[in-house]
């Protein structure tokens, strides 16, 4: 499964399935029940420990060994068996289908934008968008580092957005798909989702970012990008910056004439290209 790389949430999916065909099948087989579920457990947490994310771990490992205890007694063993669909009712209004392929909720650390404002000033005004917004961390981090910014938030999950334009009144937060939306007029596009997702934010990003405007990506890099900066104020959580026209990695540093006239400067083919552009706001 992991080698296969199936779409989340396949992987969860066929290692609880698979558990209990292997649990059934050996029980047929005149196996010990408790060797059975042990075995069973076994399967689960070989195939849970394989996934690249703490919390497709614990889902991956810990499906197989809950809906037993379900079952058969222990902690939730009294529930009725309706009691299934609660956690996964929730899990489908704060989950939209459509979000699995990208990030669940995770925030942004408290710290991990602090120096943003510094290592990239903005001027007052500038739109600054935290595409997939969830409870709102994301924007109060980068309220912190720019207070005079026009901060959005676009967030695909109803009642995430809900608490987020609660939590961030200082923001316009909408519920949108980020892919969908127009970043044509933004200065930043702020990202915070998944290793998966940053192809297609690479492509987007090169398709609508003006030059000058940038992609600021928490943890995950964009494939095939030299990034502008690096900043890590929170260990493991890397801040990286991009700024348009993007380059391969091959060619990024180098500066072209696109992006000597997005620098504002003139340079020599060879030379590193370091933009000082502001970004710009109507
Ligand atoms: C890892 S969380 C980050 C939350 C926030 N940006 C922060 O840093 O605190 C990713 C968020 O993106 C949302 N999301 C994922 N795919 C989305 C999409 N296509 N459109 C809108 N939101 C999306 C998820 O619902 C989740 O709330």
Redesign the pocket.
């Known amino acids: 499964m992991a080698m296969l790389n199936p779409r989340w949430p396949l992987p969860a999916l066929a290692t609880w399935l698979s558990a209990w065909v292997l649990v059934l099948g050996a029980q047929r087989l005149g196996v010990e029940p408790w060797v059975a579920v042990a075995t069973g457990l076994g399967w689960s947490l070989s195939w849970g420990l394989q996934q690249s994310q703490r919390w497709r771990r614990l889902m991956v490992s810990a499906g197989f060994p809950l809906s037993w205890l379900m079952l058969h007694g222990g902690p939730v063993g009294a529930w009725p068996a309706w009691a299934w669909l609660v956690p996964l009712a929730v899990l489908a209004l704060?989950?939209?289908r459509?979000?699995?392929?990208?990030?669940?909720?995770?925030?942004?650390p408290k710290n991990a934008l602090q120096g943003l404002g510094q290592a990239l000033p903005l001027p007052a005004g500038a739109r600054v968008l935290?595409?997939?917004?969830?409870?709102?961390?994301?924007?109060?981090?980068l309220h912190r580092e720019y207070p005079q910014a026009h901060l959005q938030?676009?967030?695909?999950?109803a009642p995430?957005r809900l608490a987020?334009a609660w939590r961030c009144g200082f923001a316009q937060v909408q519920?949108?798909?980020?892919?969908?939306?127009d970043w044509s007029q933004l200065d930043v596009v702020?990202?915070?989702?998944?290793p998966e997702?940053m192809p297609k934010a690479r492509d987007k990003a090169l398709r609508e970012l003006r030059p000058g405007a940038w992609l600021v990506s928490?943890e995950f890099e964009v494939p095939g990008w030299t990034p502008h900066t690096k900043l890590e104020t929170v260990p493991g959580k890397p801040v990286w910056l991009y700024q348009a026209p993007f380059g391969t990695t091959a060619s990024t540093n180098r500066c072209t004439a696109a992006k000597a006239r997005a620098c504002g400067q003139q340079c020599q083919a060879s030379t590193a290209c370091a933009p000082t552009r502001q970004p710009s706001h109507s």
């Open positions: 704060l989950y939209p459509s979000t699995w392929g990208d990030a669940p909720l995770f925030p942004t935290d595409a997939g917004c969830g409870l709102g961390d994301g924007l109060l981090a938030g676009l967030e695909w999950s995430l987020c519920r949108a798909d980020i892919w969908a939306a702020y990202l915070f989702q998944r997702s928490l």
